[in-house]
């Protein structure tokens, strides 16, 4: 759900093979890392936003997930409520990253602004191994990485104005018509979202899918709990804590549009008395 979906991975000897053979019938790939299907079957199938891929994890990134899992992992399973004073050690804000692909851009950004946490969510567990890795290398002790559902997640697992922000770099465009639906900005995961951003938190989203681009912003503006950030309205110029990727300066180079939209989520108006009164009375009679 990144750009970094596109971008090559480190050349290291895969690992998949002799794992394969090693491991028993059954038997977890990663016995102290990521579980595979962390939520089970503990919540309605619905069509999902992102497809989980597979492809070979490297021997660091087998070793960063068998270590630092425990440390920094998060199974996403929707059975508690996160405590993220606790899951992070401090009371830093925390932004919610969906969808980081190797995590190099994620690194980067942790690295710029080490007072503030980011919780980062991806199903790609060669992704995983390389965020975790990256994280170890440069010491950066704010990033907490998720496995699963981010729905799940924002729905069972965070508490009501817990998140200072919201990030959703290059997600999956689904670009045929009859997969519209399964592209994850739409009002309702906005209305979930809202649920669990704290006033003034900035919801910020790129993409290099111009028609996604200009579906993002229609569905932005129009929900009631955000407002564009931009005078005017539009799309924003690429903020300088946003890197710039591997897989975006190619696009670029191609001749790719990039469109960034920052979002700010805002507190709904209180109804005074009177307008409470009169709401209350248009409302249609029952019975």
């Known amino acids: 759900m990144s750009d970094s979906r596109h971008a090559p991975e480190t050349p290291q000897p895969p690992v ?45 990134q087998a070793d960063a997930l068998q270590r630092l899992w425990p440390k920094w992992g998060l199974d996403i399973d929707g059975q508690r409520v996160i405590d993220l004073t606790e899951l992070f050690g401090n009371t830093n804000p925390v932004v919610l990253e969906i969808g980081f692909g190797m995590g190099e851009a994620t690194a980067q950004m942790a690295a710029a602004d080490p007072d503030t946490d980011i919780l980062a969510v991806d199903v790609h567990t060669p992704g995983q191994g390389n965020l975790l890795g990256l994280a170890e290398r440069n010491g950066l002790t704010n990033i ?101 990727t591997r897989f975006e300066g190619q696009g670029l180079d191609k001749g790719h549009v990039v469109n960034d939209l920052l979002f700010r989520r805002v507190q709904p108006p209180v109804p005074q008395r009177g307008q409470q009164r009169d709401q209350h009375k248009e409302q249609p009679p029952t019975g």
């Open 16 to 60: 998949d093979s002799a794992d394969r053979q090693a491991r028993a019938k059954g038997e977890p790939r990663f016995p102290d890392g990521p579980k595979a299907d962390p939520a089970g079957s503990h919540f309605e199938r619905r069509i999902r936003s992102f497809q989980p891929r597979r492809s070979r994890v490297t021997t660091g």
């Open 144 to 244: 907490r990485v998720g496995n699963g559902d981010a729905i799940i997640l924002l729905r069972e697992m965070l508490a009501p104005d817990s998140l200072a922000g919201l990030r959703v770099y290059f997600p999956d465009p689904w670009p045929k018509k009859r997969h519209h639906k399964r592209r994850l900005i739409q009002p309702e995961f906005l209305t979930l979202a809202a649920s669990r951003l704290a006033p003034g938190a900035v919801v910020h989203c790129a993409t290099d899918w111009e028609p996604y681009a200009e579906q993002m912003l229609e569905v932005l503006t129009a929900h009631p709990d955000f407002e564009n950030t931009v005078p005017g309205g539009g799309f924003a110029p690429r903020p300088a804590h946003r890197p710039l």
